[in-house]
């Protein structure tokens, strides 16, 4: 397969926090920015501006070694139709979507350009967070046959990120294990401030913040999450985890059911790693029945 030269120049179609943040830094290590399309004026604008590039169609996008579409999952078939007609060999099309592979672009790989999913397993709230905390993330990258080497050494050479191949078939349950990780910290800090929240603390994610810091870090140092778990669940401190449950039971249904799922699911970890016996198992779930 034809590949980019590098460096290379780039357009950007679809201007959201991290197409954007990814055209920057790319910018930064040296690739051209050449065109940005968005789906509304201002976004493009924006990008624009801190690109250095102008502002055009998304068919004017196709005059770019490397195509970044920044857009939503369900408008990438509607891009390769775009796209399709306008690109051919020595191009790449590269989207950020995580679920998703090659698949969505079966026009462009038909006209002869390349095709690179590479999705940052990163949590970007904006723009400018997205520039701080892509360098050293990890990236699942699934690409056109012939295009894996480009891609890795795009990924960590102009991004300085982790590249880490993932098979088609393998994007949804990539995907998942992100969604389950950075929303699922998310949720679970959530449950957390409430129950502060109604015994009247105030500010409850100061309280919480450091804690959430210290896990993760724990998880990280430990060589993982089940290694890093603590807890009356882990201890089998079932008098503890009793006194908890009927604490929320008298506050908060919603409360007290939440409790029980993430520990429960504590719990199937903890077995499963050998942390705690079968016997001890069977008497922590009948204090979170």
Known sequence: MDIPPIPFRTALLGAGSVGTAVAELLRRAGDRPIAVSSRTEASARRAAEMLGAPVTS?????????????????????????????????????????????????????AGAGVAALHPVQACPS?????????????GITSSEGLDAWAQAVVSAHLDGTPVPVAESDRPAWHAAGVVTSNGMAALMATGERILTGIGIDAPEAVLGPLARGTIQNAIESGGGADALTGPVVRGDAGTVERHVAALRARDAELVQAYIRTSLSILETAVRIGRVDEATAVEMKEVLR
Not at 127 to 139: H, K, T
């Open 58 to 110: 998304a068919a004017g996008c196709a005059r770019a070694d490397v195509i970044l579409v920044g857009a939503p999952d369900a408008a990438l078939s509607e891009i390769d139709g775009i796209l399709a007609p306008e690109i051919g060999p020595g191009q790449v099309v590269w989207h950020f979507a995580g679920a998703y592979g090659i698949e969505p672009f079966p026009g462009v790989a038909r």
């Open 127 to 139: 723009v400018d967070a997205a520039i701080a905390r892509l360098p050293g993330s990890a990236w």
